[in-house]
């Protein structure tokens, strides 16, 4: 089971991961100093307008600066609609080197976690993802067909 969390969101309100059951989410983290996640960032974001319906696309900054790096560094990508979150602190997920220290590891950047309709974490993958290719939607909708 994904563990109970509360995620601090770019605007400073909080979300309990709870909230979002019945649904499958989506959980990236990603940091602004990792290329590949820059990449990526606008691709989720188009994974969230195309499946929100079915998929809460959640967008977990590990930036250490938090918002003051984060909320400029999306509105330069136009990064508008896609769930964001902050953990500059590293309570949500931390490097392999400290596994003890939050719930989710960092195995590599950018990482995306995939949880079930009931709250279970079906996998994770490691590194850019095309979430607008026929594969990776694919992936997504199975686990919202499997409730």
Same mark, same amino acid.
């Given at each position: +089971?994904? =563990? =109970? @969390?509360? $995620? #601090?969101? *770019?605007?400073?309100? &909080?979300?309990?991961? /709870?909230?979002l059951r019945?649904?499958?989410? &989506?959980?990236? $983290? !990603?940091?602004? !100093?990792c290329p590949p996640c820059r990449r990526e960032l606008p691709m989720l974001e188009h994974l969230s307008r195309v499946e929100g319906a079915h998929v809460e696309v959640v967008a977990v900054s590990v930036d250490p600066l938090g918002r003051s790096a984060v909320a400029p560094f999306l509105d330069r990508l136009g990064v508008t609609h896609l769930l964001s979150f902050l953990d500059p #602190?590293? /309570?949500v997920a931390a490097? @392999?080197?400290?596994?003890q220290?939050? =719930? $989710? *590891?960092?195995?590599? +950047? =950018? *990482?995306? $976690?995939? *949880?079930d309709p009931r709250g279970r974490i079906a996998g994770y993958i490691i590194g850019e993802v095309d979430w607008r290719s026929q594969d990776g939607?694919? @992936? &997504? /909708?199975h686990y919202s067909k499997a409730r």
């Open positions: +089971m994904a =563990p =109970p @969390l509360t $995620f #601090e969101r *770019i605007d400073g309100k &909080l979300t309990d991961l /709870r909230s019945g649904k499958v989410v &989506l959980l990236s $983290f !990603w940091a602004t !100093w #602190e590293g /309570r490097p @392999l080197s400290d596994p220290k939050a =719930p $989710f *590891i960092l195995y590599g +950047m =950018p *990482i995306s $976690f995939v *949880i939607v694919a @992936l &997504l /909708r």
